[in-house]
């Protein structure tokens, strides 16, 4: 028995070569992190798929918004009919986000007991005591369209990537 979506994420990963690990943390270690130490390229890799399975979200999300404020129509039919690929690429990115953190705390056992874990210049792997969310990854979309996309009682305009 095959299960899709575990078999498309083995082929994505497998369709990333190790020099091609685009979204490198950007940010520095801060005071206050402990650095556990750098990410393996399988966790790299995985990082690009979490990454670019967001923005496949988020690409969508926005066509939504743009049909949105051209018709001024909520219930639009070309919204519906983008519905279904939103929540489907939606999915596909919240399984990917939980299976690259729960990667990361299996090969990083020494986060499976801390507040929050981050991830730093160099691919290097921090948590920090005071238990906030050191970095902004990205926005993870859920199937309904969450607060914190913007969107409230339907799709409304706002800025979506940060």
Not at 25 to 46: I, R, S, Y
Request: proline share 6%; net charge negative.
């Amino acid at each position: 028995m095959s299960v899709p979506l575990i078999k498309e994420i083995i082929e994505r990963l497998a369709g990333i070569e190790v020099d091609d690990l685009r979204y490198e943390p950007g940010e520095a270690v801060q005071d206050g992190d402990h650095v556990l130490g750098v990410m393996n390229d399988e966790l790299k890799k995985f990082n690009v798929l979490r990454n670019e399975t967001l923005r496949e979200t988020q690409e969508i999300a926005l066509k939504i918004v743009a049909i949105e404020d051209k018709t001024g129509d909520k219930e639009h039919p070309d919204i519906a009919k983008l519905r279904p690929d939103f929540d489907l690429a939606s999915v596909k990115h919240h399984a990917a986000e939980s299976l690259f953190w729960d990667s990361l705390r299996v090969e990083f056992p020494g986060t499976l007991s801390k507040p929050s874990i981050a991830l730093r210049k160099g691919w290097q792997v921090v948590w920090n005591e005071e238990g906030r969310r050191i970095t902004r990854i990205g926005v993870i979309i859920s199937p309904v369209f969450p607060e914190e996309l913007g969107f409230s009682a339907g799709p409304q305009k706002k800025d979506i990537l940060h």
